[in-house]
């Protein structure tokens, strides 16, 4: 299974963003919950946003208000609004499935960088 992320890039603050994250491959298995994390220089990647498969999303207070997460099913396909971004949410953002079936079963993608100047 692969998952290509697309969409990152130099965006001045309060500008916007939109990630997209395609799976691709032997996706034998249900997709349960699928992610977006985070990796800002010099700091640990941290939970962004998550969505289940039947929609519920849960967000970091920090992009709370600001960023939505949202998926395709049929695309095997998630995605990141983002929207009135600050310096600080500037990292590589990464996107994340489980299993529906069995939570073990994961995979990451490789990571977009969104960069976002002062």
């Known amino acids: 299974v692969q998952l290509q992320a697309s969409g990152g890039g130099l965006v001045q603050a309060g500008g916007s963003l939109t990630l997209s994250c395609v799976a691709s491959?032997?996706?034998?298995?249900?997709?349960?919950?699928m992610a977006w994390y985070r990796e800002a220089p010099g700091k640990q990647r941290e939970l962004a946003a998550v969505?289940?498969?039947?929609?519920?999303?849960d967000y970091a207070d920090s992009v709370k208000g600001r960023f939505t997460i949202s998926r395709s099913n049929a695309k095997n396909t998630v995605y990141l609004q983002m929207n009135s971004l600050k310096p600080e949410d500037t990292a590589v953002y990464y996107c994340?499935?489980?299993?529906?079936?069995?939570?073990?079963?994961?995979?990451w993608g490789k990571g977009t960088l969104v960069t976002v100047s002062s």
């Open positions: 969505i289940t498969r039947d929609g519920n999303t």
């Open positions: 491959g032997s996706i034998f298995f249900e997709i349960g919950n």
């Open positions: 994340h499935l489980i299993s529906r079936q069995d939570s073990a079963i994961s995979y």
